[in-house]
């Protein structure tokens, strides 16, 4: 039975939630915030990054920092996913030019509501080369998933195939690209470049998400730039993380 009550709402009536058989599978969504990751810990629950922004190398360390929590609260390992935008098109230059005006369009029309500057082509251009947007080909996207799972050891990769803007036949053949094109190459391991390899992501790994991958594409089917400052923040974030940590522990012994 959920109740609700608070100071910025009205009071939500007693509803009952009938779960699923075997329950229902929840995830904690993480902005990237340290504080955001130990709660997740704390839970004892799985950690869902959602990124719109910056290189995935930044969300390693909360990452890092939620294994960390969950080893200092005593709580048995969770796994880790990422959530991101994107769209597949026939090739990479085709399907840059169709998501460039649905993106721009979406994240200018949040701007002023959020405090952000104004969406320009180089941010965009940096996001799908490296960052958080997954466009292209279905050969690169996969690419791409293959060698992002390895650097944040994700098991679970959550895929908007497109944008609220997008007309929705280009929606529904991004969603069919990556059902029946990405999440194949993936699981066979096809995807995987140099760098993948280096980081670990084999063949073999790959076999272990091959469930999650399978659900996750089939149930698909039926329905700020980079920059030199990355690394400071990273490691602002992990000091925060770890000061936040150590004060939820002496909060917890006391």
Known sequence: VLYGLGAERKELPAYVVLSAPGGVPVWVGVGGSPQSAIRAARFGLPLMLGIIGGTIERFAPIVALFRQAQTALGQADQPVG???HGYIGDTDDEAIERFWPVWSGTMNAEAPKRG???YRRDRYDAEVAGGSLYVGSAETVARRIAASLGVLGASRFDFVAGASRMPQVDVLESIQRFGTEVVPRVVR???LDPRGRELGVTPGT?????DQFLAGG???VRRGPADARDEEIARLRTKVG???MANELLQERA
């Open 189 to 191: 391991g096809r995807g």
């Open 116 to 118: 952000w500057a104004p």
């Open 206 to 210: 790959i076999a272990r998400w091959r």
């Open 242 to 244: 770890e000061i936040t």
């Open 218 to 220: 089939q149930a698909a």
């Open 82 to 84: 990422m959530h991101v």
